[in-house]
């Protein structure tokens, strides 16, 4: 018996003298069937009971000759993007946003540009609409010679104050001025809005209509350029002023309201613009229409005036230049 277990002794340590040593595993799950598994860039073998871990070489994918993965280096902002934001509703809602405001963005440094132009066919541009026309705009006008004259001294005029007021004060008679010289140079100071240039005009035109008489009738047509600029310049002040002289003109001698009608292509473009300018104040009180300075009412009344005493034809000239108005001597 003794004899049969050293036999087998010897057999043991022969057989492991012949092979080599062998480890446990560690982990009993270590145990894979015997065929080779690929898991996670681990290759696993059953033949033995230690697992060998190998890294497969990841090949780089380029993309226009620069690899992804230098391409994400260059982006962090993405990565992090893409890193906190996942594939939920977060990721989904802050991409739309984030995509929301870069549209917005681009949309803003588009450039504005005329419709039917070159520009307007390129990218980046966006056309506008069309500019405002300013129809009713107050127009700037250039200086008036009634201004240069009087700064000269060549306007026999001074201004006088009295417990009145101021008042236009004459340095030689009336009767012996040159209407065909100072009358237009007064006109032609209708254009001014500072004082004491718009009131030496008016009180200087009043004066001369006062007391002209026969000498009004064949200075007309030189009236008829400095008024057509004063009532360019599209002041009301200005147009209100305008229309009160004319009316002064009309009645101051016989024959002028006909003398005038040829002019009429001249003078009521303008009036045909403003005519239905009106305050619609409802239920107030206007106190424009007191003082004469309502627009529309003033042109209306005008053209009644004009009509009066512009003879047979006044009226169909009239009517070709301001078609809504209505006859006050037919009707």
Known sequence: MERNIKIMASVNNRRSQSQPSRTQPSHPSSHKPAHSQRHNGEILNQGTTTSTTTHKARKDWTIDGVSVRRR?????HQQSRSAEGGVGRRA???AASNATTTSSSSCSTYRRVQAFTTASRMKGTVVGGPPKVGVFKPRPS????????????????TLHHDHH???????????KLDYHHYLPLFFDGLRETSHPYDFFSRAGIRDLLARGGEKILPVIPQLILPIKSALNTRDVRVVCTVLKVLQELVVAAPMVG??????????????????HKNVNSGD??????QRRENLGDLIQETLEVLERHGGRDAYINIKYMVPTYQSCVLN
């Open 72 to 76: 994400r280096s260059a982006q962090p």
């Open 92 to 94: 989904l809602g802050s």
């Open 142 to 157: 250039p200086p008036t010679t009634f201004r240069r004259m009087y700064e000269r001294g060549d306007v026999p005029v």
């Open 165 to 175: 007021g101021h008042t236009l004060r004459w340095k030689v008679d009336v009767d």
């Open 258 to 275: 006909e003398s005038l009608v040829p002019y009429y292509r001249q003078i009521l473009p303008t009036l045909n613009l403003f005519k």
């Open 284 to 289: 107030e009180i206007d106190y424009s229409q």
